[in-house]
T-cell receptor
């Protein structure tokens, strides 16, 4: 158990809908990262938050947004969902966000868009 | 742009048959390389961080090594429970700890 929690574990929804994925980092960690994993693309970095502020963006679509709250939990919002958004979504956390830090991953949310 | 390539894509071993997985990278100013293990449907589990060429780290049957252009994950006398996908990752050039992952090597160890 990494100490990172994610809810829900599974999510089934329809195209065009909006969903929210939630992540709680390990105790004491200030950085949260979101990743998307699909069969053909592998694990892709989406976005990084540090202590409530956005630090870096990766391959995140404009239909996707995220935020980190004062209690350090983070939410990833996915809107106008398409079939191709079906994937595993992981969040990870690290102490402060330096390039040398280990990221600890949560168990993931499996999203299926029908 | 950072590139991380892992080979082979898949590897099947008999229990006790040692082998190595490769991770090659192109990144300026390497700031570390990470190895993770991922079981199907689960989150990646951290294994090792290697910070500089020549560094080696071991954990049970696994040993990771790093050169200037690649890393190897050596698996000695593997057991069926070592079956998983092994991922390597490097920090992106952005300077923050955003990782670029390889696509992984899927290892299957048969009894």
């Amino acid at each position: 158990d990494s100490g990172v929690t994610q809810t829900p574990k599974h999510l089934i929804t329809a195209t065009g809908q909006r969903v929210t994925l939630r992540c709680s980092p390990r105790s004491g960690d200030l950085s949260v990262y979101w990743y998307q994993q699909s069969l053909d693309q592998g694990l892709q970095f989406l976005i990084h938050y540090y202590n409530g502020e956005e630090r870096a963006k990766g391959n995140i679509l404009e239909r996707f947004s995220a935020q980190q709250f004062p209690d350090l939990h983070s939410e990833l919002n996915l809107s106008s969902l398409e079939l191709g958004d079906s994937a595993l979504y992981f969040c990870a956390s690290s102490a402060s966000g330096g390039a040398w830090e280990t990221q600890y991953f949560g168990p993931g949310t499996r999203l299926l868009v029908l | 742009e950072d590139q991380v390539t892992q080979s082979p894509e898949a590897l099947r071993l008999q229990e006790g048959e040692s082998s190595s997985l490769n991770c090659s990278y192109t990144v300026s100013g390497l700031r570390g390389l990470f190895w993770y293990r991922q079981d199907p449907g689960k989150g990646p589990e951290f294994l090792f961080t290697l910070y500089s060429a020549g560094e080696e780290k071991e954990k049970e049957r696994l040993k990771a090594t790093l050169t200037k252009k690649e890393s190897f994950l050596h698996i000695t006398a593997p057991k069926p429970e070592d079956s998983a996908t092994y991922l390597c990752a490097v920090p992106r050039d952005s300077g923050y700890s955003t990782l670029t992952f390889g696509k992984g090597t899927m290892l299957l160890v048969s009894p």
